[in-house]
């Protein structure tokens, strides 16, 4: 998958960072600096998982997320391709994301070469179907098997310890015996934008170790630039923790001793 012009520029600081000359987006040709060359491939390769690891790591505020993955039929909603939704005590996934306020059972894939469009049969390839009937079961106690979001990378821990016993991860599938279910989690966040800064700092960081080993190799010199890599990540990540963790409490009031220093006895 090729890099965009936002990621490329992260890669860039990273091989600046290792002393490589930066890699031009529009040159396709230049072998040392163009996105034909080494530098680029080895970039390519490595950003998509370096990122999404880095994702997975910590709960950062910036990629939490919530989902109504599985509930009732709800009038005027947003359904994407990661939802269920029951309705008449049937199970539906949605397979083509849509706004809707009326439930139409003509758009329901059942399995059936033609189906029912009020009055009158119509071949099932005339018709846009939005959900799917879900039929499948886990081979287990355990009732229904619901597929995780596609952008899924971790549960928010809070979450997992009010539901530890009502699910179980399983591959990428949660089983539960719920029908209605509200997930919290971190999402894979692809779009530089919404990254924090803290947070695109400890990837360049991530980047430049993982690219001393392809484009340095192992000599003394890279070693040392390496350690000092990792030692400068280690303050880079403990401090992007520390303000994530500030920022993600809430309903929070000032401490009683602050208060009655500003308000009260003027004692501290």
């Known amino acids: 998958m090729a890099l965009t012009e936002a990621e490329l520029t992260l890669c860039n600081q990273a091989l600046a960072m290792i002393g490589q000359k930066e890699i031009d987006y529009t040159d396709t040709s230049t072998a040392d600096t163009g996105t034909a060359g080494n530098p680029y491939n080895r ?52 397979n083509t994301a849509h706004t809707s306020d009326v439930w139409e059972t003509a ?13 009158n049969y119509v071949r099932d390839d005339d018709i846009t179907f939005y959900w799917d009937i879900v039929t499948d079961r886990p081979e287990t106690y355990w009732t229904y098997r619901y597929a995780l979001p596609a952008d899924f990378s971790r549960f928010i821990s809070k979450w997992l310890r009010q539901n530890e016993d009502n699910y179980k991860l399983e591959g990428k599938y949660l089983l539960t015996d719920e029908t209605e279910l509200d997930i919290n989690y971190i999402k894979k966040v692809t779009d530089t934008d919404q990254f924090d800064d803290l947070f695109a700092e400890v990837l360049i960081f991530d980047l430049a170790i993982k690219l001393t080993f392809s484009l340095m190799g192992g000599a003394y010199q890279t070693q040392a630039l390496r350690k000092s890599l990792n030692d400068e990540r280690k303050k880079k990540i403990s401090t992007a923790k520390s303000v994530n963790s500030i920022e993600k409490i809430e309903g929070v009031w000032p401490s009683r001793q602050w208060v009655n220093a500003r308000y009260g006895d003027g004692k501290v």
């Open 107 to 119: 758009y329901v894939m059942d399995g059936s070469e033609y189906v029912m469009d009020g009055t």
């Open 43 to 94: 970039c390519d390769l490595i950003y998509d998982q370096t990122r999404n690891a880095l994702l997975r790591s910590f709960e950062w505020n910036f990629a939490r997320t919530r989902l109504a993955l599985v509930g009732d039929w709800a009038t005027g909603e947003d359904y994407t391709t990661d939802q269920y939704v029951w309705v008449s005590s049937v199970l539906y996934r949605c």
